[in-house]
């Protein structure tokens, strides 16, 4: 594996890989020690709002491409937080990123993820390893439009009956590691509605919502800077703990659900 090229944007630097089979990964440094790296060659969850999964799977990564991603960054900016968050879902290539994740905690780094929470079982063993945080994709508490956005997720109900099973056996303080990701787009999941399902399902099982905000990588829009305060505003008025997208995440270079696979064209 090599690096070919590192991207600057306004505060994140896109790291380039390609693999020994000629394949093109990315993984994003951000607030200068957090490392957000890739466990698969494309996605096959497939979200219709992701650059990642557009071309479904190409491959799954091995524990050692995972790590490697952390070493060629680390030789030039230390890291100290590991987050697996870029393209792939983790519970979908689950053996290669417990490997790492062991080997990564080993190293003394903190490591936090990003999942669909699919297949259940994985979520739950994911929920019981010593993380940093879990953010679970949920995007609408609508089972249909949730199939719709994320049609390879898996069921709904399964991923929040793990949650339900599992959050009430957790310390406070685990359990405020824990959340769902909301990301609203305009017209599609960003109704009165849908922001109060989201809501009282947050409340249900007592975890915070990190609402994201849409990096325009498809037809797709984001909703009005307006709407999403009011949504956030709407949420934090039923109770609910909400985590807004930082600057980070919207960045035009690394931001949420813009890393791609196989990236030839440099911005
Ligand atoms: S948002 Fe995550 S789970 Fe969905 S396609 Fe993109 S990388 Fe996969």
């Given amino acids: 594996m090599r690096l070919l090229s590192v991207i600057e944007g306004e505060?994140?630097?896109?790291?380039?890989?390609?693999?020994?089979?000629?394949?093109?990964?990315?993984?994003?440094?951000?607030?200068?020690?957090?490392?957000?790296?890739?466990?698969?060659?494309?996605?096959?969850?497939?979200?219709?709002?992701?650059?990642?999964?557009?071309?479904?799977?190409?491959?799954?990564?091995?524990?050692?491409?995972?790590?490697?991603?952390?070493?060629?960054?680390?030789?030039f900016f230390p890291v100290r937080r590991i987050a697996v968050a870029g393209i792939g879902d983790p519970l979908l290539n689950w053996d290669s990123v417990k490997e790492a994740f062991w080997d990564f905690k080993g190293m003394g780094l903190k490591v936090s993820f990003y999942t669909a929470g699919f297949p259940p079982e994985r979520l739950r063993e994911l929920l019981r390893l010593p993380h940093s945080g879990v953010t679970v994709s949920i995007h609408s508490a609508d089972p249909t439009l949730r199939k719709k956005m994320m049609p390879h997720a898996g069921d709904l109900g399964d991923t929040l009956r793990v949650l339900e099973e599992e959050l009430p056996k957790m310390s406070k303080k685990r359990r405020n590691r824990i959340s769902l990701a909301y990301m609203p787009i305009k017209g599609l999941n960003d109704s009165d509605e849908e922001v109060e399902r989201i809501g009282r399902l947050a409340r249900r099982l007592g975890v915070s919502v990190t609402l994201l905000y849409y990096n325009r990588v498809s037809d797709f829009e984001p909703v009005d800077p307006a709407r999403y305060e009011e949504i956030f505003l709407k949420l934090r008025s039923m109770g609910v703990r909400v985590t807004l997208s930082t600057r980070f995440r919207r960045d035009r270079v690394g931001g949420c659900g813009t890393l791609l696979v196989n990236r030839e064209v440099l911005v």
Wanted: glycine content about 8%.
């Fill in 11 to 75: 505060l994140n630097l896109l790291f380039l890989f390609e693999l020994e089979d000629g394949k093109r990964i990315e993984a994003v440094l951000y607030r200068g020690d957090t490392l957000c790296v890739s466990t698969q060659v494309g996605c096959p969850v497939r979200c219709i709002f992701c650059a990642s999964g557009r071309e479904g799977l190409f491959r799954n990564l091995t524990p050692q491409e995972i790590l490697e991603q952390f070493r060629i960054v680390n030789r």
